[in-house]
């Protein structure tokens, strides 16, 4: 079924399309996901331009659309590559809860274009359309105590915990 009936509305299907399937927003009815639509930042970048540093801030999420993302963390020794995301599937996420200082450098490795959802936009959903809010809320929370888990039983592997 198509998101809309408009000819020129089809870049917008096609972002909404793409965030219907990532695991945060994939729970939403597309007419919730429809309505979320004004909360979510259209933003392009260049090849090796910064997204965020380590340590500033944490103010929202993204979501790749188009390109490549490189997630990285700075050490003594330089830096550490964690992950190449792409098409469909974000980072971020974690600012939509606590705001705290990133944990890692996310940089464009190519042309690309990202959705972002931020903390203010979240927490204002959650006041104002409280089903949707919840369902996105439910989602970060498996998707956190699933990570913790999978953190956890790497360490107890490694005889680390």
């Known amino acids: 079924m198509a998101w809309f009936k408009k000819k020129e509305d089809e870049a ?8 219907h399937r990532v695991p945060l927003f994939s729970s939403l009815t597309k007419k919730e996901l429809k309505r979320l639509e004004p ?7 260049t090849a090796g331009e910064v997204v965020f540093e380590q340590g500033e801030e944490g103010l929202g999420m993204y979501v790749v659309i188009d390109g490549t993302v490189e997630i990285s963390t700075r050490n003594g020794s330089g830096d550490k590559p ?8 974000f980072f971020g996420e974690l600012a939509l809860l606590d705001g705290a200082p990133r944990s890692a450098t996310a940089k464009a490795a190519e042309p690309c274009r990202l959705i972002g959802f931020f903390r203010t ?3 204002e ?3 104002t359309n409280g089903r949707a809010g919840t369902k996105i809320s439910l989602e970060l929370a498996r998707m956190t105590s ?5 953190t956890l039983e790497g360490q107890a592997t490694n005889g680390s915990a």
Do not use: K, P, V, W
């Open 12 to 19: 917008l299907c096609e972002t909404m399309s793409c965030l």
């Open 39 to 45: 909360l979510f930042h259209d933003r392009r970048y």
């Open 82 to 89: 964690l992950a190449e995301l792409g098409n469909g599937q």
């Open 121 to 123: 936009e979240f927490l």
């Open 125 to 127: 959903l959650l006041e």
């Open 146 to 150: 699933s990570r913790l888990r999978q």
